[in-house]
Every structure is written in structure tokens, then in C-alpha cells.
Nanobody, 123 residues
């Protein structure tokens, strides 16, 4: 069973930093892309950053210059370094992975999601 487990959220003051981690586990053949979405109360879930197997990254305009996504392929882990946090960054952050993993007796390519980690920016 493939799972994504996130960590690193919490309460931080404006201007602070956080590092989110998301580790994929289970029987996985290949990970094509990983990334982070976030959802603030009353808002739709939005893409924050993504990274594909080649290392190419993509960021939402609102986080460019402050967020950095990276991945460790050997550890099947994606990271999100968040600098200079502001109150508008308060949200639940969800990790996702586009991968081929074992489902029952077969291997299927599909998206998996983590359970979400809360990031709260407040003084």
C-alpha cells in the first residue's frame, strides 16, 4: 500500500521559516512528479510547487522567491522550504505524488495524496 506521510507544519510568526517533508512509502516502481498544494479556509485547493523526475520545478506566482521545492529520489521524499512566511500562507498543505505503485496484484500509475499538515502564520 502506497502512502504519503507529511511532517513539518506548525505555528510560526510572520517572517519565519518552515520546512515541510513528504515521504512516499510502499511498493513503488517510479515517481514521476511530486509537489505541494495548499487549501486555506473558504478557498479552493491551489498548487504551490511541483517537481518532476528531471528536477524541473514549477511555482505559484504568489510563492516565487520564498518557497523552494526539492526532492531526494533515493528517499522518495519531497521537501518544501518556506521562507518569509506571511499570514496569507496559513493553510493546510497537502503533498501529492504521481507514481507507479502496487495496487493489489498490479502496478498502476496514479496520484496519491498525503493527509495534510497545518501551517499557521500568526503573531
Amino acid at each position: 500500500q502506497v502512502q504519503l506521510v507529511e511532517s513539518g507544519g506548525g505555528l510560526v510568526q510572520p517572517g519565519g521559516t518552515l520546512r515541510l517533508s513528504c515521504a512516499a512509502s510502499g511498493s513503488i516502481l517510479n515517481i514521476y512528479g511530486m509537489g505541494w498544494y495548499r487549501q486555506a479556509p473558504g478557498n479552493e485547493r491551489e498548487l504551490v510547487a511541483s517537481i518532476i523526475s528531471s528536477g524541473r520545478t514549477n511555482y505559484a506566482d504568489s510563492v516565487k522567491g520564498r518557497f523552494t521545492i526539492s526532492r531526494d529520489n533515493a528517499k522518495k521524499t519531497v521537501y518544501l522550504q518556506i521562507n518569509n512566511l506571511n499570514t496569507e500562507d496559513t493553510a493546510v498543505y497537502y503533498c501529492y505524488a504521481d507514481l507507479t505503485g502496487r495496487v493489489g496484484g498490479s502496478y498502476l500509475r496514479q496520484e496519491y495524496w498525503g493527509q495534510g499538515t497545518q501551517v499557521t502564520v500568526s503573531s
